[in-house]
């Protein structure tokens, strides 16, 4: 069964420093990982996504990704952040060996950037 | 491009009544949909997807029930809302390895 794991519930850091993001996931396939960002009483906005390829990705909003197979896990980074970047962020997995799989979400992060 | 548009945002509903709630997406055929709840601005909870008109499969068996009477349109209902309904309705579509969200409907059931 495929999970997400979402270790720090909130993230405090100021602005202009670096964020870090954490997420580890369990998958029996390839996995395919997404992050999503969602602000207060919206939807969810896309950011990037691994598939397969370069492990480094890049998103909207200046955000990237690392994926490391071996440590299981898709870190969303930021080099420096913004007080717009406050707001709740979700890793997702899907087995790539299996279409028919429906994503799985973690619990989300709340980031909050101070000025 | 795609667009997803869900109605109505914000309801207040009394215990007991009945909901209806509309998704439509534009821009795409045969999408897969996706009806998802979060509670407490946090972890989603997965309720029904489609992957076709007439198909729909429930993910946690409860007071919901969801239609998908045209490829782009997707609905969630209730004959009675439970106070435990209350949350922020999600609707999504996707297609191949990308899913992306509606803006929401926030449920409020009193």
């Known amino acids: 069964a495929q999970s997400v794991a979402q270790p720090e519930d909130q993230v405090n850091v100021a602005e202009g420093n670096p964020l870090t993001v954490k997420c580890t996931y369990s998958v029996s396939g390839n996995p395919y990982l997404f992050w999503y960002v969602q602000y207060p009483n919206r939807g969810l906005q896309f950011l990037l996504k691994y598939i397969t390829g370069d492990n480094l990705v890049k998103g909207s909003y200046g955000f990237e990704a690392e994926f490391n197979k071996s440590q299981t896990s898709f870190h969303l980074k930021k080099p420096s952040a913004l007080v717009s970047d406050s707001a709740l962020y979700f890793c997702?997995?899907?087995?790539?060996?299996?279409?028919?799989?429906?994503?799985?979400f973690g619990p989300g992060t709340r980031l909050s950037v101070l000025p | 491009s795609q667009t997803i548009h869900q109605w109505p945002a914000t309801l207040v509903q009394p215990v007991g009544s009945p909901l209806s709630l509309e998704c439509t997406v534009e821009g795409t055929s045969n999408p897969n949909l996706y009806w998802y709840r979060q509670a407490a601005g946090r972890g989603l909870q997965l309720l029904f997807y489609s992957v076709g008109i007439g198909q729909i499969s429930s993910e946690v068996p409860q007071n919901l029930s969801a239609s998908r009477p045209q490829d782009r349109q997707f609905i969630l209902s209730s004959k009675k809302l439970l106070l435990s309904d209350s949350g922020f309705y999600l609707c999504?579509?996707?297609?191949?390895?990308?899913?992306?969200f509606g803006p929401g409907t926030r449920l409020t059931v009193t």
């Open positions: 997702a997995v899907r087995d790539g060996g299996n279409y028919g799989q429906n994503f799985v």
């Open positions: 999504a579509w996707g297609v191949g390895n990308e899913q992306y």
